[in-house]
């Protein structure tokens, strides 16, 4: 059996425990506590350790969904997370630009950990004040798309629109392994 381990990272509120939870085929298993810092003018709860989830991809091939949490505090089990896994995606709400900083921070210590393929997937595409994909590359310090990530967007409430954020992902897997 094939395992292709995946992360799904991005700021509190990107998406990220959402996404698992609307295509994982098991029950996710979560690390959900109460939200007790600036968190909470956001939401409820937010994940402490990390989020899980499965896809079976054929009868030989899984994709293991690993979440991180949005919180820098937390940026050791990022390091957990990040290693041993073949790609991942950054998940950026395009509707606060006051998380692109926070973004990028999260760009940069997952690519000093290793060199492994990732696209960004934009959420909340959707809402007022939703930037656009060419200024949220900018913002995240991609001077062009010829030589940034690809840049998807995604529903993490859309079985289709997730499913299509992790076809691009696989492809820059593969397209990687074959160079």
């Known amino acids: 059996m094939e395992i292709f381990k995946i992360v799904i990272t991005g700021n509190v509120g990107a998406g990220k425990t959402t996404l698992i939870r609307t295509i994982s085929e098991i029950d996710v298993v979560d690390t959900d506590r109460h939200a007790t810092d600036e968190t909470a003018d956001l939401k409820a709860n937010t994940t402490v350790a990390f989020d899980f ?96 990530p690809p840049l998807v967007q995604v529903n993490p409430e859309d079985p289709r629109s997730i499913a299509q954020c992790l076809v691009v992902l696989l492809e820059q897997l593969v397209t990687t392994a074959a160079a």
Not at 90 to 95: G, K, Q, S, Y
């Open 53 to 148: 989830g499965r896809i079976t991809l054929n009868s030989e091939q899984l994709l293991y969904l690993y979440g991180t949490p949005g919180q820098s505090r937390f940026d050791f089990m990022w390091d957990i997370l990040i290693n041993q896994s073949q790609a991942y995606v950054l998940l950026v709400a395009a509707h606060r630009p006051k998380d692109f900083r926070g973004a990028k921070r999260i760009l940069n210590f997952m690519n000093r950990k290793g060199d492994i393929p990732m696209i960004i997937g934009m959420t909340h595409t959707d809402c007022e004040g939703a930037w656009e994909a060419d200024d949220v590359l900018l913002a995240l310090g991609f001077a062009d798309r010829e030589t940034s």
